[in-house]
C-alpha cells in the first residue's frame, strides 16, 4: 500500500540521516532529506511528501516550530508528521504533540518499531489536493516594518527578524513608518512606545485608521522599555494587536511575532480558500455547460442533473466545512466565556476598578467576536437557502424593524418615518433581514446627530421598485462606496461605531437572490441614503 511513498527526512547529524535513509529505502521507500527547517520547507515547496520525519532539536528553527508552520498551511496541513529526539519521552514529546506532530519515537528505539509507526502513519496518509494554483508558493515570507528612534536597537531587532527568514524594513520615526506603510505593504509592524515627535500611541492610532483601506491589514507589536499596565493599556486601546517589553528575551518577542503572524496567515488562508472554493465551481459549472450545449438536449438534461448532484455534494462539504469552522472558533470563546464569569461571580472583590474594567473589555469582546461568527454563518447559509416567495408587506416590515430598533437603542428619540410602499414577491425572512440591517444602520450612525432622522420610501418604476433608507448621520466618503458591501469592509473604526462589517454584505445578497440590485450614496457627516431595487413580476 505505502511502497513508492514519498519521505522527508529533516535531521541535522548527517550520520543520524544516512542511517534512518538506508533503513527506509531497503523499503523501497522515496527518501530526500534536510538539514534544517529553511531546506525542509523548499523540499516541500518543489513537492509534498506522503510523510514527514522530524528531528525536534534543529538549528534555528526548532522540530515542533517548524511542524506548527506546515500545520498553518492549507496544503501541507495533512501531511503526516513524526517526530524524534535522542532525549526519553518526556516534555520533548509533549511539546512534538502539541506542535501538532501525529507521532513521537526516540531515536533509541528498535528500528523495528520506527518503521511500524512509519507504515501506520503511511496508512493513514490522505493526498489533498490544492486549491490554489500550480505556482503558488506553499510558503511565503512575511514582510515586517520596525518601527523605534533608537538606531542600535533598531539595528539589532533588524538582524534578528532577518535571522529568522523574514523581509524587514526599518523606520526610525512615526512619519517615516507610516510613510512606508502608505507606499507598500507589509505583515506586522513592531512599534516602539516611546518616540519624539510623535509616541508609539499615536502612531497606532494612525495605523489603526489606515487599516480599514486596506485590503490586506497589518497587525501590530508594541514595543516598550518601561512596561506598565498602563501602557499596555493604552496600547492596547490605540489598536496594537500584542504588548511586550524590550528588556524580555529576544526569543519572546520573535514568539510573539510568530504567534501574531500565525493568526494572520491562517485568517487570509481560510478567506482564500472560500473565494477559491467559489471561483473553481463556477469554473467547473461555466466549462460543463457549454459542453452540454453542444451535445444537445437529451444530452444537457442528464448532465444538469449530474451537476445538481454535484452541486448538492458541494453544499454539504461546504455546510460541513461552515460548521468546523463555527465550532473551532466558538470553542475557545466559550472557554473564555466560563472563566470570566467565574471571575466576575466569585472574585470580583479582589479586583480594583481598573482590574473590573478590563474584565468587562474582555467579555465585550467576546460578545463581538459572536456576533461576527453568526454573520458569517448567515452570509455563508444565503447562497444555499431555497427561496420560499409570497407577497411581502414591506410598509409592515419597515415599521416592525423600526419599533425593534427603538426598544434595543433604549427608547433613543429618532424622527423615522415610513411611507406608503409597493407590496412585493419575495422571501418574507430573508426581506425582513433586509430591512433589519438597513434601518439598524441608520440608527446606529444617527446617534451623534443633533436632530436624528430616518425616512423609508419607494418609488414603483415599470420594471422595478426602487426602496430607500435615507438618513442625516455620519455619513461616508463616496470614493470608498465600492467597499461598502463587502464582506468586513468598514468605514468607520470600531470605536466609534460597532458592527462586523458583515450586515450589508448580507443584504446585497438577498437583493442579489431576488433578481435585484443595491447601491449608496453619502457625504461625510451629513448623512447617507441606501437604496435597493427589486424587479416587478413578470418584467
Known amino acids: 500500500m505505502s511502497r513508492g511513498s514519498r519521505i522527508l527526512i529533516v535531521e541535522d547529524s548527517e550520520t543520524q540521516a544516512l542511517k534512518l535513509r538506508e533503513l527506509l529505502e531497503r523499503e523501497a521507500w522515496d527518501v530526500v532529506t534536510a538539514q534544517d527547517a529553511e531546506q525542509a520547507l523548499e523540499e516541500i515547496n518543489r513537492r509534498v511528501p506522503d510523510l514527514v520525519i522530524l528531528d525536534f532539536w534543529l538549528p534555528g528553527i526548532r522540530g515542533d516550530e517548524l511542524c506548527q508552520r506546515i500545520r498553518m498551511n492549507i496544503n501541507t496541513r495533512g501531511i503526516p508528521i513524526l517526530m524524534m529526539t535522542a532525549e526519553d519521552q518526556g516534555q520533548s514529546e509533549v511539546h512534538a504533540l502539541a506542535g501538532g506532530a501525529d507521532d513521537y519515537v526516540s531515536k533509541s528505539d528498535d528500528d523495528d518499531i520506527l518503521l511500524i509507526r512509519v507504515r501506520s502513519l503511511l496508512r493513514k496518509s490522505r493526498r489533498q489536493m490544492s486549491v490554489l494554483g500550480p505556482t503558488d508558493a506553499y510558503f511565503r515570507q512575511a514582510r515586517i516594518l520596525a518601527i523605534d ?45 516611546m518616540m519624539p515627535e510623535m509616541d508609539g500611541i499615536e502612531v ?64 487570509e488562508e481560510n478567506l482564500r480558500i472560500i473565494e477559491e472554493l467559489k471561483n473553481k465551481e463556477m469554473e467547473t459549472l461555466r466549462a460543463r455547460l457549454e459542453k452540454e450545449a453542444a451535445d444537445g438536449r437529451a444530452a444537457i438534461a442528464d448532465r444538469l442533473r449530474e451537476t445538481g448532484a454535484e452541486l448538492e455534494w458541494a453544499n454539504k462539504e461546504l455546510e460541513a466545512f461552515t460548521y468546523s469552522v463555527s465550532h473551532d472558533l466558538r470553542a475557545p470563546l466559550r472557554v473564555a466565556d466560563g472563566f470570566s464569569r467565574i471571575l466576575i461571580e466569585d472574585y470580583a472583590g479582589q479586583l480594583d476598578s481598573e482590574g473590573l474594567r478590563m474584565l468587562a473589555v474582555i467579555r465585550e469582546h467576546m460578545q463581538k467576536m459572536g456576533d461576527l461568527i453568526d454573520d458569517l454563518l448567515t452570509l455563508s447559509r444565503l447562497g444555499r437557502k431555497e427561496l420560499q416567495k409570497k407577497p411581502v408587506d414591506m410598509t409592515a416590515q419597515a415599521r416592525d424593524a423600526v419599533e425593534e430598533m427603538r426598544r434595543q437603542e433604549n427608547g433613543a428619540h429618532v424622527d423615522a418615518r415610513v411611507g406608503d410602499l409597493p407590496r412585493i414577491q419575495g422571501d418574507p425572512a430573508l426581506i425582513k433581514q433586509v430591512w433589519i440591517n438597513l434601518i439598524s444602520n441608520a440608527f446606529k450612525y444617527t446617534r451623534r446627530a443633533a436632530a436624528p432622522q430616518v425616512e423609508i420610501s419607494a418609488d414603483a418604476g415599470e420594471r422595478e421598485t426602487v426602496f430607500r433608507v435615507r438618513d442625516n448621520g455620519a455619513g461616508f466618503d463616496m470614493k470608498y462606496v465600492h467597499k461598502l458591501f463587502g464582506v468586513f469592509q468598514r468605514l468607520h473604526p470600531a470605536d466609534e461605531f460597532e458592527g462586523t462589517g458583515v450586515g450589508l454584505a448580507i443584504v446585497q445578497r438577498v437583493i442579489h437572490r431576488h433578481g435585484g440590485r443595491v447601491w449608496a450614496e453619502g457625504e461625510l457627516n451629513k448623512g447617507a441614503t441606501f437604496y435597493f431595487a427589486l424587479p416587478l413580476e413578470g418584467a
Open 149 to 193: 528612534d533608537s538606531r542600535t536597537y533598531l539595528e539589532y531587532l533588524t538582524e534578528e527578524l532577518k535571522a529568522e527568514g523574514y523581509l524587514v524594513e526599518n523606520a526610525p520615526s512615526g512619519p517615516d513608518g507610516l510613510a512606508l506603510l502608505e507606499r507598500r505593504g507589509f505583515d506586522c509592524i513592531l512599534l516602539d512606545l
Open 204 to 267: 497606532c492610532r494612525r495605523i489603526h485608521e489606515i487599516r480599514y483601506r486596506m485590503s490586506d491589514p497589518v497587525v501590530v507589536l508594541m514595543l516598550t522599555a518601561h512596561e506598565t499596565k498602563d501602557d499596555m493599556t493604552r496600547g492596547l486601546d490605540a489598536g496594537a494587536d500584542d504588548f511586550v517589553g524590550k528588556s524580555s528575551d529576544i526569543g519572546v518577542v520573535k514568539g510573539r511575532v510568530r504567534a501574531l503572524l500565525r493568526r494572520k496567515f491562517f485568517q
